[in-house]
C-alpha cells in the first residue's frame, strides 16, 4: 500500500467485481442500441476504460475534461469545461461514466448540457457515490460503491493530482491534505 494511505478502500479485485455487475447492468439496459459512452475526465480515466471494455454493448466512446476542484478539497461549484466532446450527442443515447459523485456540481452540469444539447437519453453511472456532501439534488442511475466522507484517492482519483494511477482506492492520511 502507498505510504500515504491510511487504508485501502477498494482493492483491485473489488474494483474489476464491481466492473463487471456494473457493464452487465449496462448490457441489459442497453439492448439493441448503441450508447455514446462518455468518460469525464481526468478521474473516471481507469473506470471508463476498463468498464467500456468489460461491456458487450457496442458503444462509441468520447471524453471531456471538467474540472472544479483544483489543489482544493472543496468544490468551486462551478466546474470548467476544460476539454468539449468531439461528437454531437443529438439523438444519442448517452452514458457519462464518473468516478465519483461528490457535491453533484459535475453532474448537473453535464446533465443540463448534454440534455440541452438534444442527448435521446441519458445514464449516469459512478464508481463511488458520497452523498454525504452532495450539495444538488442529483444522482447516479448506478452506483458501485457508496462511501462516506473521506478522502479517497487511486484508480483515477487525486489529490493535486497525484496518485491517480495507484491500481486501487484508499484513504488518504489526513496529514498529507492538511499539512
Ligand atoms: C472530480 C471527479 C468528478 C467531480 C465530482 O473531478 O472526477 O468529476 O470531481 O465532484 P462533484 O460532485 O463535487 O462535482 P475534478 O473536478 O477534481 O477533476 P478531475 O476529474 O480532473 O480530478
Known amino acids: 500500500m502507498n505510504k500515504d494511505l491510511q487504508s485501502i478502500v477498494l482493492t483491485e479485485e473489488q474494483i474489476r467485481e464491481k466492473v463487471t455487475a456494473a457493464a452487465a447492468w449496462l448490457d441489459e439496459r442497453y439492448k439493441g442500441k448503441k450508447p455514446l459512452a ?14 467500456v471494455r468489460a461491456m458487450n454493448t457496442p458503444v462509441q466512446i468520447d471524453f471531456m475534461t471538467v474540472s472544479s476542484y483544483g489543489a482544493s478539497s472543496e468544490s468551486s461549484g462551478m466546474p470548467k469545461i476544460v476539454m468539449d466532446l468531439a461528437a454531437s450527442v443529438k439523438g444519442r443515447d448517452v452514458l457519462l461514466v464518473e468516478d465519483i459523485v461528490d457535491s453533484g456540481y459535475t453532474l448537473q452540469r453535464m446533465r443540463d448540457l448534454l440534455i440541452g444539447r438534444g442527448a435521446q437519453s441519458f445514464t449516469v453511472v459512478a464508481l463511488f457515490d458520497k452523498p454525504a456532501r452532495r450539495q444538488v439534488d442529483v444522482k447516479a442511475d448506478y452506483a458501485c460503491f457508496e462511501i462516506g466522507d473521506e478522502f479517497i484517492v487511486g484508480y483515477g482519483l487525486d489529490y493535486a ?9 484508499g484513504i488518504l492520511k489526513r496529514e498529507i491534505y492538511e499539512k
Open 38 to 51: 462518455v468518460s469525464v475526465l481526468k478521474g473516471s480515466v481507469m473506470f471508463f476504460c476498463d468498464l
Open 161 to 169: 493530482q497525484q496518485y491517480r494511477n495507484l491500481p486501487y482506492v
